[in-house]
């Protein structure tokens, strides 16, 4: 039997678990195929290392499709083949544990992303999978049944595993989609998302303020995301999960010039009605009406936010609460309820976890990841347009699509082998 070589190009998430799948396979299967990684950064897996603060949410125990922003058939098929169950097995085989957390999220028993890489390291040298670092595949060319990277190097089957253009420090530099595009794959407009929002008439005071609250993303006067949880405040305007969560529709806006303004809405007592709210202003400036106004809401928020509250609904905090009138209490009410804030946009891709757009998953077979018209050529990953919300999606995409790919890619080379 005539050996054969599956390159994959890009050693982060996806990458890895596309050449272990394929390893495994040729395992198995007692191919003479050779699998290599290709990797443009002195180590695989550095975004690994960076996930979830260092512990890296593995998974998510709740894949809800709707998490998910993309092709909805090349979605559904990659993970209904490559479930969170299927992928927790595989972990498991690799000798990691993971643990449950709170709204679903899995992470690495040890609660350390070194692990995950480590397992993922340790097998693929068990698989005498060949890992060349510091190589970046800048070409792709066709050559015969075949393939050409960097004018040289040999592969009779690719899997482009390169990732987006978010967090570049990390190896993600786009460079992934002009392989793509120099093989005449669409590539859609990309964008950043999970990242931060950057805001016009945002409060310079409430730098460091974290507090509960629901975000809405007004795009013409039209509701088009929200997302509730902790809202962080910084020197630019706002982070924290909900707010990564809306923020690819915010990049998207500016990416595609749309017209007209984008804002967001923030209710910061999302678990109250406004005529609560009201009530409760009414009776504490009637149970004490020389308490100052800086501290009419510390029993609802942290005071810094109180205090910006009532300066956007031009209230001296220094006066008594006792000489609010209904409409102080009306238009500080809705402040709270529904503050307005015009969005300048995101802090982009360098700060992002995740690139929205990208390879177009229509070039692609939805069922095996191989491009339409280029046998042999397959693609996975965050190169792919599909992302995800906060919480473990993204990455069960890297893992279920990076197997799919490895798998089929793998699968198609054995098959041509024995023809």
Same mark, same amino acid.
């Given at each position: 039997m005539n050996g054969k070589t599956l390159c994959v190009i890009g050693g982060?998430?996806?990458?890895?678990?596309?050449?272990?799948?394929?390893?495994?396979?040729?395992?198995?299967?007692?191919?003479?195929?050779?699998?290599?990684?290709?990797?443009?950064?002195?180590?695989?897996?550095?975004?690994?290392?960076?996930?979830?603060?260092?512990?890296?949410?593995?998974?998510?125990?709740?894949?809800?499709?709707?998490?998910?922003?993309?092709?909805?058939?090349?979605?559904n098929s990659v993970l209904d083949k490559y479930t969170v169950e299927s992928n927790v097995e595989f972990?498991?085989?690799?000798?990691?544990?993971?643990?449950?957390?709170?709204?679903?999220?899995?992470?690495?028993?040890?609660?350390?992303?070194?692990?995950?890489?480590?397992?993922?390291?340790?097998?693929?040298?068990?698989?005498?999978?060949?890992?060349?670092?510091?190589?970046?595949v800048?070409?792709?060319?066709?050559?015969?049944?075949?393939?050409?990277?960097?004018?040289?190097?040999?592969?009779?089957?690719?899997?482009i595993a390169g990732g987006g253009k978010s967090s570049s420090v990390h190896g993600s530099d786009g460079s992934a989609f002009n392989l793509l595009s120099s093989m005449g794959i669409r590539i859609k407009p990309t964008f950043?998302?999970?990242?931060?929002?950057?805001? /016009? !008439?945002?409060?310079?005071? *409430?730098?460091? &303020?974290?507090?509960?609250?629901?975000?809405? #993303?007004?795009?013409?006067?039209?509701v088009v995301a929200s997302d509730s949880g902790e809202i962080q405040y910084t020197e630019y305007g706002i982070s924290g999960i909900p707010v990564m969560n809306i923020s690819r529709h915010v990049a998207e806006h500016f990416q595609l010039h749309k017209k007209g303004k984008i804002i967001a809405a923030i209710n910061t007592l999302p678990d109250f009605l406004p005529e609560e709210i009201f009530s409760y202003i009414v009776t504490r400036s009637k149970s004490n009406p020389e308490l100052l106004c800086e501290n009419l809401l510390s029993g609802l928020m942290p005071k810094k936010l109180g205090i910006s509250?009532?300066?956007?609904?031009?209230?001296?905090?220094?006066?008594?609460?006792?000489?609010?009138? /209904? !409409?102080h209490i009306a238009? *500080?009410?809705? &402040?709270?309820?529904?503050?307005?804030?015009? #969005?300048?946009?995101?802090?982009?891709?360098?700060?992002s976890q995740v690139t929205a757009g990208g390879a177009d998953t229509s070039f692609f077979n939805p069922s095996t990841l191989e491009c339409e018209k280029i046998n042999g050529l397959f693609a996975c990953g965050e190169v792919l347009d599909v992302d995800a919300v906060c919480g473990g999606y993204n990455l069960t995409w890297a893992w279920s699509s990076g197997r799919c790919a490895g798998y089929n890619a793998i699968k198609n080379l054995s098959e041509k082998t024995d023809a």
């Open positions: 982060g998430a996806s990458g890895m678990a596309a050449a272990t799948e394929a390893a495994r396979y040729a395992k198995n299967h007692k191919l003479d195929i050779k699998i290599v990684i290709f990797e443009k950064l002195p180590k695989v897996g550095k975004k690994i290392l960076a996930t979830g603060n260092g512990r890296c949410n593995i998974l998510n125990s709740e894949p809800a499709k709707d998490k998910f922003f993309g092709n909805r058939k090349v979605i972990f498991m085989s690799l000798g990691l544990y993971l643990t449950h957390e709170a709204d679903g999220r899995l992470y690495p028993l040890s609660l350390q992303a070194s692990s995950v890489l480590d397992a993922l390291r340790f097998e693929l040298e068990r698989l005498n999978v060949e890992i060349i670092c510091d190589t970046p800048t070409s792709i060319s066709r050559k015969g049944n075949g393939f050409l990277l960097n004018d040289e190097i040999y592969a009779d089957s690719v899997i950043p998302a999970l990242t931060a929002v950057k805001l /016009k !008439n945002k409060d310079g005071s *409430l730098k460091g &303020v974290r507090a509960h609250g629901e975000i809405m #993303i007004v795009e013409n006067g039209k509250k009532l300066r956007a609904a031009g209230i001296a905090p220094e006066s008594t609460v006792g000489t609010l009138t /209904k !409409n238009v *500080l009410t809705e &402040v709270i309820n529904s503050q307005l804030f015009e #969005i300048s946009g995101t802090l982009g891709f360098d700060n």
